[in-house]
T-cell receptor, first 115, second 112 residues
């Protein structure tokens, strides 16, 4: 597609509910990143993939967070037993490769509100 | 630990003026310093980026100044326009730009 597509755009979850957030990267982009952006803050790294391999998941805040990219294209970020502190915008980005010669393209994000 | 500190938090500039946003970093291993622009409801978009072997980079109205010894870098927006009103983030990464560490953002408003 023309850009990085994320769905849903908005998600309201009751505390304790599981959620799944989807990211469709730009076609052909091998690298995919997830970031969490709290209100009024800069994005914070969660995890990234090169093709289907998850190369770094050091930013995932707890074992309730899980990301996958089974076929090296679409990725899903799953949050189990959501808590109020999980409320944030979840941003996905993709790039042609790894390294500073390859800029990120971000999606518009999924705004998660846990009530 | 906040590895990239950004200031000011908000900024109001008159149309045609110069907007200046500053960032300081702690990790000397950082080797890539991009700036991102974010409009409400959108993801950040790359504006301009610099490597530490260069002291200044200019692209159109946007200039990054980089001071390696002080571990500081700044974004200058010349001839600021109302359409520049957005939130700006500095960021840094090491080892090729894979994992970005962002600053806390500067909300810029350009008034007529």
């Amino acid at each position: 597609g023309a850009g990085v597509s994320q769905s849903p755009r908005y998600k309201v979850a009751k505390r304790g509910q599981d959620v799944a957030l989807r990211c469709d990267p730009i076609s052909g982009h091998v690298s995919l990143f997830w970031y969490q952006q709290a209100l009024g803050q800069g994005p914070e790294f969660l995890t990234y993939f090169q093709n289907e391999a998850q190369l770094d998941k050091s930013g995932l805040p707890s074992d309730r967070f899980f990301a996958e990219r089974p076929e090296g294209s679409v990725s899903t970020l799953k949050i189990q037993r959501t808590q109020q502190e999980d409320s944030a915008v979840y941003l996905c980005a993709s790039s042609l490769g790894l390294g500073r010669n390859y800029g990120y393209t971000f999606g518009s994000g999924t705004r998660l509100t846990v009530v | 630990q906040q590895q990239v500190k950004q200031s000011p938090q908000s900024l109001i500039v008159q149309k045609g003026g110069i907007s200046i946003i500053n960032c300081a970093y702690e990790n000397t291993a950082f080797d890539y310093f991009p700036w991102y622009q974010q409009f409400p409801g959108k993801g950040p978009a790359l504006l301009i980026a610099i490597r530490p072997d260069v002291s200044e980079k200019k692209e159109g109205r946007f200039t990054i100044s980089f001071n390696k010894s002080a571990k500081q870098f700044s974004l200058h927006i010349m001839d600021s326009q109302p359409g520049d009103s957005a939130t700006y983030f500095c960021a840094a990464s090491r080892g090729g730009g894979n994992k970005l560490t962002f600053g806390t953002g500067t909300q810029l408003k350009v008034e007529l």
